[in-house]
Nanobody, 127 residues
Framework: QVQLVESGGGLVQAGGSLRLSCAAS????????MGWFRQAPGTEREFVAT????????SYADSVQGRFTISRDNAKNTVYLQMNSLKPEDTAIYYC????????????????????WGQGTQVTVSS
């Protein structure tokens, strides 16, 4: 059974930075496509970023492009989301997601394209 555990959330002032981590169980982490999503109160969960098996390909939502960076360390079964220049509108619960990678690499931006989900970590950005 695959488990994803997010950490690194918290309260930060606008303009600040946070780094989220997602630790995954499972022997085949290196073959998974990983993604980050977020959900603010009263809104639908939305795509943030995704990364290919070896980290060579990434894709971002327009709202975070240039501010957030997704990366992974397959030796540690961990994917990261570095968030810089945070804005109050980035406030949300951030979720890590994993897809088994069937079908090759393409930027998976829909919730239905992922097989496993973490429980989320809260990020709050104060103005």
């Amino acid at each position: 059974q695959v488990q994803l555990v997010e950490s690194g959330g918290g309260l930060v002032q606008a303009g600040g930075s946070l780094r989220l981590s997602c630790a995954a169980s499972g022997r085949t982490f290196g073959s998974w496509i990983m993604g980050w999503f977020r959900q603010a109160p009263g809104t639908e969960r939305e795509f943030v970023a995704t990364i290919s098996w070896n980290g060579g390909s990434t894709s971002y939502a327009d709202s975070v492009q240039g501010r957030f960076t997704i990366s992974r360390d397959n030796a540690k079964n961990t994917v990261y989301l570095q968030m810089n220049s945070l804005k109050p509108e980035d406030t949300a619960i951030y979720y890590c997601a994993a897809d088994r990678g069937v079908g090759g690499w393409f930027a998976r931006r829909r919730l239905s394209e992922y097989d496993y989900w973490g429980q989320g970590t809260q990020v709050t950005v104060s103005s």
